[in-house]
Every structure is written in C-alpha cells, then in structure tokens.
C-alpha cells in the first residue's frame, strides 16, 4: 500500500482544498430531494464543473482534469472534509459514466458526459423491478425491436428509480429475447424520462420528499444511438455498472472520515462514557476503510482489479455508515431530534445495506467468490 503523495498531487490536494474553500456554500443547501434544492445543486454542479472539479479524473474535453485515480481519492476527501453538498449528478457521473467510457460509442461519450458533468442533464438509475429487486436478471421489463424506425419499444414498470422524480434521464435492463436464459437476452438503455409512453410516479420516503420514483413505459420508442453495450449483452454491462457502485466510485472514504471526525468532534463537546468505546470504534472503522481505499488503489495502478471484493467495500461502507449515524443520536441524546445532519443522515444510512445489491446477496458473493464456500444443497433449502 502506497500511502505517499508526490509533489504533484500535493500540489493537486492543495488547488483541490483552496477552491473549496472559497467556494462551498456556506450554509447546507436545502435537500436535493425537492424541487428548489435540486435546482440549487444543479448551479453547483454547474460551478464545479466550469473549474473542472466535476469529475476530475475525466478528460478535458468532459470538463476534467485528467487526474489520476490517487488524485480522484484525495480530491474526495478535500471534498468530504470541506463540507460540500452531496452530488445531485452522482448516478450519472459514479455509476453511468465508467460504463459509457468502456462501453459507449464516442458518439455517446461525446453526447451525454459534458452535460453530466455540468449538471444540466441528471440521471436516474432505473434497475429494480417490482418482482425483481436483488435478482434483477429475473425482470420482466420488455424491449422489442422496430426495424422500420432503427430502435426498440420499451414496456414494463420500474420501481425504487433514484433520482427519477425530478432527473431528465434514466438507465436500466430491458429484456429485448425472451427466448435467451435468465441473464441473457438482456439489453442496456438510455431513455429521457420526459418521452412519449413514459410515466413517473413520485414515492414520497420516510421524510416526506420524493428521492425515489415509480417509472411505467407503455410503447416507449429507444433508438439504436441510445442502447448502450450491445443488445443482448446488456447483463455484462450492467455488472460492470454495479461493480464500480459497490466498489470506489458510490461511497468514497472521504465521506465517512469526514463523518468520524465530526463525531469525534460532538464527543469532545460533551463527553459521555455511555458510548465512548463505540466513538472510538466508529473512527477506527473509518479509517480502516480509508486505508483499504487505498490498498485497494494501489492494486488498481498495478494493473489488478476490484471484482468480487467490491462485495465487501459495500457490506463494510453500509454498516459503518450506520453505526456512525447510531453513535453520534445516542451521543446527543434528546438533542438529537434538532442536529438535522445527523437525523438525515442516521434516515438514509438505513437504506445502506438495501441499495446497491443488499448486504445478504453481497455475503453470499463474498462467500462463494472469495472464501470458495460452497452453495447450500438444493435439498436443504426451505
């Protein structure tokens, strides 16, 4: 593990923390969730993006900087550190992007990254189906093919779609053969939610804003230019997608450090032995997560790859962010319910061990991937 930075990314660290400190607005913005604070997160997409802060590891050409993935991990943790407001853009730019720079055409790179990156087009991720969830290859969605118009015809339902309440477009599986095996016969799409045959649904969550949609196609006509991958091939794409989500790119170190030290910080104001062990723990499992970062960072510069570990970067990151959120409310105590930071917070973090592939399907990965256990017996299971 190289914990070392150059001179140049030094250099970088220290442009990166300068900008953001003139810059990070200095109160929260209001949540991204409701139509203003999605607004006002768009211009600061907007702003990061004309100081190529967006994505800095992309090209240029997109708005980047061309950064080297060290110098994308230290930006993230200047960025976490500074306080700035969560990235509306985040399934376009985290989740999307490497899977349309590995497998768009430059076409595709070149019509949909530089507005990703400036936030004038978000994204919704449109994976889960109502009968498929953690299995998705098991959805029913359906793509058919229109030869007379060079596209497909979508029909089916989404459910769970992050972002799509207020975002302009969307990803996600559609079966386009019906015929072909269950993670087969499957094609990757991009489609505006704003076209003919498309419905969103708003689903209100616990808080009473509506981060997530019901999507229903009904006839939705997708060209050709907008299928990503080939078609058929659209579950090879898909895992690509999922592997970058539950690996570096969703949940970046610097978020939960920067959450540590906060706690540590409440812990300092008003210490209460009750959960001094579990502060301590808490920090120590972010840092632990910070050094994997960047163990598994140097892997990637020598030329290996994240595979079925991202399994367990997602379990790790999920309950940490948990018990970060718990530890700090039992802190506060009945002061709790006016730190709206860690209430939100403690509310989302919930969800950590559902999205992305739940923490029961990622243990079964880690199980038969990386410690070659065996599967159950088809005879034993109930």
Same mark, same amino acid.
């Given at each position: 593990?190289?914990?070392?930075?150059?001179?140049?990314?030094? +250099?970088?660290?220290?442009?990166?923390?300068?900008?953001?400190?003139?810059?990070?607005?200095?109160?929260?913005?209001?949540?991204?969730?409701?139509?203003?604070?999605?607004?006002?997160?768009?211009?600061?997409?907007?702003?990061? +993006?004309?100081?190529?802060?967006?994505?800095?590891?992309?090209?240029?050409?997109? !708005?980047?900087?061309?950064?080297?993935?060290?110098?994308?991990?230290?930006?993230?943790?200047?960025?976490?550190?500074?306080?700035?407001?969560?990235?509306?853009?985040?399934?376009? *730019?985290?989740?999307?992007?490497? &899977?349309?720079?590995?497998?768009?055409?430059?076409?595709?790179?070149?019509?949909?990254?530089?507005?990703?990156?400036?936030?004038?087009?978000?994204? +919704?991720?449109?994976?889960?189906?109502?009968?498929?969830?953690?299995?998705?290859?098991?959805?029913?969605?359906?793509?058919?093919?229109?030869?007379?118009?060079?596209?497909?015809?979508?029909?089916?339902?989404? *459910?769970?779609?992050?972002? +799509?309440?207020?975002?302009?477009?969307?990803?996600?599986?559609?079966? /386009?053969?019906?015929?072909?095996?269950? !993670?087969?016969?499957?094609?990757?799409?991009?489609?505006?939610?704003?076209?003919?045959?498309?419905?969103?649904?708003? *689903?209100?969550?616990?808080?009473?804003?509506?981060?997530?949609?019901?999507?229903?196609?009904?006839?939705?006509?997708?060209?050709?230019?907008?299928?990503?991958?080939?078609?058929?091939?659209?579950?090879?794409?898909?895992?690509?997608?999922?592997?970058?989500?539950?690996?570096?790119?969703?949940?970046?170190?610097?978020?939960?450090?920067?959450?540590?030290?906060?706690?540590?910080? /409440?812990?300092?104001?008003?210490?209460?032995?009750?959960?001094?062990?579990?502060?301590?723990?808490?920090?120590?499992?972010?840092?632990?997560?910070?050094?994997?970062?960047?163990?598994?960072?140097?892997?990637?510069?020598?030329?290996?790859? &994240?595979?079925?570990? =991202?399994?367990?970067?997602?379990?790790?990151?999920?309950?940490?962010? &948990?018990?970060?959120?718990?530890?700090?409310?039992?802190?506060?105590?009945?002061?709790?319910?006016?730190?709206?930071?860690?209430?939100? =917070?403690?509310?989302?973090?919930?969800?950590?061990?559902?999205?992305?592939?739940?923490?029961?399907?990622?243990?079964? *990965?880690?199980?038969?991937?990386?410690?070659?256990?065996?599967?159950?017996?088809?005879?034993?299971?109930?």
């Amino acid at each position: 593990m190289d914990l070392e930075l150059s001179e140049t990314e030094l +250099a970088f660290q220290a442009e990166a923390r300068a900008w953001l400190a003139a810059n990070v607005p200095p109160e929260p913005l209001p949540s991204l969730d409701t139509a203003e604070g999605f607004e006002l997160h768009r211009e600061w997409e907007s702003r990061l +993006a004309a100081d190529r802060w967006s994505v800095v590891s992309w090209p240029a050409e997109a !708005h980047g900087r061309a950064a080297s993935l060290v110098e994308w991990v230290v930006f993230e943790e200047e960025y976490y550190r500074a306080g700035a407001p969560l990235r509306v853009s985040q399934n376009g *730019i985290f989740l999307l992007a490497p &899977i349309i720079f590995e497998h768009g055409t430059e076409e595709q790179q070149a019509r949909f990254l530089p507005s990703m990156a400036t936030g004038e087009r978000v994204w +919704a991720q449109c994976w889960s189906e109502p009968e498929a969830g953690s299995d998705l290859a098991s959805l029913r969605s359906t793509a058919r093919r229109d030869d007379d118009r060079g596209g497909w015809v979508l029909n089916g339902q989404k *459910i769970w779609c992050s972002r +799509a309440a207020l975002a302009h477009w969307g990803f996600g599986l559609f079966r /386009s053969d019906p015929e072909a095996q269950k !993670h087969a016969g499957l094609t990757y799409f991009l489609f505006p939610l704003d076209a003919d045959g498309v419905t969103v649904r708003p *689903i209100a969550q616990l808080d009473g804003e509506a981060g997530f949609a019901e999507v229903f196609f009904d006839d939705v006509f997708v060209p050709d230019a907008d299928v990503l991958g080939a078609p058929g091939d659209g579950w090879r794409v898909a895992m690509s997608t999922a592997g970058n989500e539950r690996g570096l790119s969703l949940r970046s170190p610097g978020r939960f450090t920067a959450a540590a030290d906060r706690l540590l910080a /409440s812990y300092a104001e008003r210490p209460d032995q009750r959960v001094a062990d579990r502060v301590v723990d808490a920090w120590l499992r972010a840092e632990a997560y910070r050094l994997y970062t960047w163990g598994t960072v140097t892997k990637l510069k020598d030329g290996g790859d &994240i595979g079925a570990a =991202g399994s367990v970067n997602k379990v790790w990151w999920s309950e940490l962010d &948990i018990a970060l959120h718990e530890t700090a409310l039992d802190l506060l105590g009945p002061d709790a319910e006016l730190e709206s930071a860690w209430l939100d =917070g403690y509310t989302f973090s919930l969800s950590g061990p559902i999205y992305a592939g739940t923490n029961e399907i990622q243990r079964n *990965i880690i199980a038969e991937r990386i410690l070659g256990l065996p599967r159950e017996p088809k005879g034993l299971q109930k």
